[in-house]
């Protein structure tokens, strides 16, 4: 595979909007909360979302998409600081990743550490405004935050903590709205975090070259060449278990016409992977917003 070198895969875009509209001194915090690249956010947002839905049995309450909403975006963005705080002696090698702030020098790294306290303060402002249960299953998730970004040095298999942390809202959704976490709602959940080493997994082949001559770990490395194989397993497990799960918290038959079309852009995902071409896994990468749409859709749709 050849190592990742087009300029339109490069992790930070010179001269988009945060380079044109925003003051110098806020660029470097901007890209490290990841507000330039916010597929990670949508990722977050969308099956927390559906969860909302399912829990609620139709439209959430207002502050309830709004806690959650930013929620996502607050500790989706504190553990995009995280990670760049834990590689920024290896971001600096990798193609994707050298122009990040802390990697190319931009700020050091007592700012970036007391731009993530800023972060996680307001994030756990929210709790006040969420049940007692559900601060605590919140408090749960902490652990697997800041193990994440070390998870490449020892294990293979980092893309699975960092899908059991994505997705995490889903199970707050449900012990915020329900007041507590059916069985059904944990398979929904365990299916984000299989779609997630799936996507994560293409992902991951970008950077596998470079990960590889670092001495780092992922599911990508431990895969090689079957990737498509296991990736699409990880997608079958996905839509079994979104499947199971809808039909345990009482989905109507719309749901299960929705997760087709799940399944019918799934494939086309796992079709179209191309492991010596890190332009269009990228790409697909990407296309897994839509994934996250049709989830959010479908559960609405089925309620």
Known sequence: M??????????????????????????????????????????????CWAALVQASHGIPELRHLIVFSLGALLMRSAGSTVNDIADRKFDGHVERTRFRPLASGQINVPQAVLFLVAELVLAASLLFFLTPYTRLVAICVLPLVFIYPLCKRFTHWPQAVLGAAFNWGMLMAWSEVAGEIPTGAVLMWLGAVTWQIGYDTVYAYVDMQDDARLGLKSTAILFGERGRVFIGTFYILTVAAWSVGGWMIGMSLSYFIGMLMI????????????????????RLFLGNILTGMLLAATAFVGT
């Open 2 to 47: 050849n190592t990742l070198s087009h300029p339109d895969l490069s992790d930070i875009k010179r001269g988009d909007w945060v380079d044109r509209r925003l003051p110098l001194a806020w660029r470097p915090y901007t890209r490290l909360a990841r507000l330039d690249r916010p597929v990670g956010i949508w990722l977050t947002l969308f099956p």
């Open 263 to 282: 399944v019918a852009h799934l494939s086309w995902q796992t079709w179209r992977i191309d492991l010596s071409r890190p332009d269009v896994n990228y």
